[in-house]
């Protein structure tokens, strides 16, 4: 289904509070731009929760020199990992709506004011993404990846088959995604600590078990990619958690072992390529 999406003046959309999550660990180098790309979006009615998952560097000592009103920052005593500290920002954030923005990305100035206009709009909306760019460790820009070529209404269920059939992930990074705040609290909505790499994609597949996503067509924030990322040193272990993710929802999603065959040898496919791709930019 497509839409002609018509964007309305801030002040109109801008009573809603936005709850924006940056899960920290050793992220020095590039947490100051991360949280400058926030506090420079458009749309001002949001808390920053930061949560640091016990930096061994530099980390700690920079977050506590930020001074906005808006930031609230949490030190964990111990390490729990990348999941549990994202629960963490999930138990912190009240606002009708969440957006998770991990520690080495940016946000456009206009990311907030676009994604929160479509919930306003669409309430059968629970998740919406973007198309996003992504940058290398100079903030290069690499790659772009978009969906469609005009913004979009998703049935969630074709969504949740995106995810589980291509061995992709075509919502993208967490910072393209703002989720409907309501929909995780009433059905206790967590990340799996069962995963390291693709949580986020469990998560999603049950968010959308509740309505539907919606693209929008604008790239509105930047991921980036370089050697110290969670991304390229937990790649190794995404194809078998992917299978894993399949297998957990065959039932539910009625996969059959055709469906199961062509998953594995597009996760193959997909790995190689994207192995070759890390290999070339990252390591």
């Keep these: 289904m497509l839409i002609k999406s018509t964007v309305p ?3 109109k959309i801008e009573k809603k509070e936005v709850s924006i999550c940056i899960p920290t660990y050793n992220s020095e180098k590039y947490i100051l731009t991360t949280v400058k ?3 420079d979006q458009s749309y001002k009615n949001f808390i920053l929760y930061i949560i640091d998952d016990n930096s061994q560097d530099g980390t700690i000592k920079i977050l506590k020199k930020l001074k906005d009103k808006r930031i609230k920052i949490y030190l964990q005593k111990q390490n729990k990992g990348i999941f549990e500290n994202l629960n963490e920002c999930l138990k912190k954030a009240k606002s009708p709506y969440l957006k998770i923005v ?3 990305d940016i946000l456009e100035p206009d990311s907030i004011t676009k994604q929160v206009n479509i919930l306003e709009r669409h309430s059968n909306v629970v998740l919406v993404y973007n198309a996003s760019k992504i940058i290398d460790k100079n903030g290069r820009v690499i790659a772009r990846r978009n969906c ?6 998703v ?3 074709v969504l949740i088959n995106k995810i589980l059939k291509t061995g992709r992930n075509p919502l993208g990074e967490p910072a393209s995604i703002m989720l409907r705040q309501n929909v995780l609290k009433k059905n206790n909505l967590k990340f799996s600590k069962s995963f390291q790499y693709i949580g986020d994609l469990d998560l999603w597949i049950n968010i959308l078990k509740f309505g539907n996503g919606y693209f929008i067509n604008s ?3 930047s991921f980036r990619l370089h050697k110290g990322s969670s991304t390229v040193r937990l790649f190794n272990q995404g194809m078998k958690e992917h299978l894993r993710l399949v297998y ?3 039932e539910e999603f009625n996969l059959s072992s055709i469906d199961l065959f062509v998953i594995k040898l597009r996760l193959f496919i997909y790995f190689i390529i994207k192995t070759f791709f890390l290999n070339i930019f990252c390591l």
């Design 102 to 104: 991990c520690a080495d």
């Design 248 to 250: 957990k929802y065959k």
């Design 9 to 11: 003046e801030t002040k």
């Design 37 to 39: 790309s926030i506090l």
């Design 148 to 153: 469609f070529n005009r913004d979009r209404l």
């Design 155 to 157: 049935n969630g269920g």
């Design 219 to 221: 790239y509105l924030n």
